[in-house]
């Protein structure tokens, strides 16, 4: 059970290129999240997912895109990337909403845009 | 709108001692839900513990517990018998249980566990 994978651990990007961070769960998990860190800083949302098909916009969504066409695949895509952009970003998966079902989080992808 | 506030950049404990984190939040949700999660230097997220809401005792977990004070508004991590290993940055997080399972993130406390 490797639980939340993603690809990959680093990039480094110019302004302007594109490119799309991989996140698996092999949990069979319905919730899905991406989340970015800057330095110094709490996590803030980004994307989410309530299973295949369905996703919603967090707190911060403006550059980035998202697409869930299966249950175990939820991958983040950034367009004409920015330095502002330059985080950590963490894919994290939950079973249910409620109660204790808390959420698995990832290795986590340093991405850094010159 | 909710929120979550950590008041505490950096703690320092000596080993072997308790300490305490500050965590308090704000939301107008009748249900929630408080999480801590502990990032050590190597980056990933570890769940610590878990209180709701309606819950009426304090959560332990080994190690952890959560000073809950639903009127306070506050939910307060506590480490028992710190160890060098405890040396990380820890982060309290709130999910409203009707808003699709978001956590808002406090911006986290640094502890240094002093040998």
Known sequence: ?114 | AQKITQTQPGMFVQEKEAVTLDCTYDTSDPSYGLFWYKQPSSGEMIFLIYQGSYDQQNATEGRYSLNFQKARKSANLVISASQLGDSAMYFCAMRADNQGGKLIFGQGTELSVKP
């Open chain 1, 1 to 114: 059970n490797a639980g939340v994978t993603q690809t990959p651990k680093f990039r480094i990007l110019k302004i302007g290129q594109s490119m799309t961070l991989q996140c698996t769960q092999d949990m069979n998990h319905n919730y899905m999240y991406w989340y970015r860190q800057d330095p110094g800083m709490g996590l803030k949302l980004i994307y989410y997912s309530v299973g295949a098909g369905i996703t919603d916009k967090g707190e911060v969504p403006n550059g980035y895109n998202v697409s869930r066409s299966t249950t175990e695949d939820f991958p983040l895509r950034l367009e004409l990337a920015a330095p502002s952009q330059t985080s950590v970003y963490f894919c994290a998966s939950s079973r249910g909403l409620a109660g204790v079902d808390t959420q698995y989080f990832g290795p986590g992808t340093r991405l850094t845009v010159l």
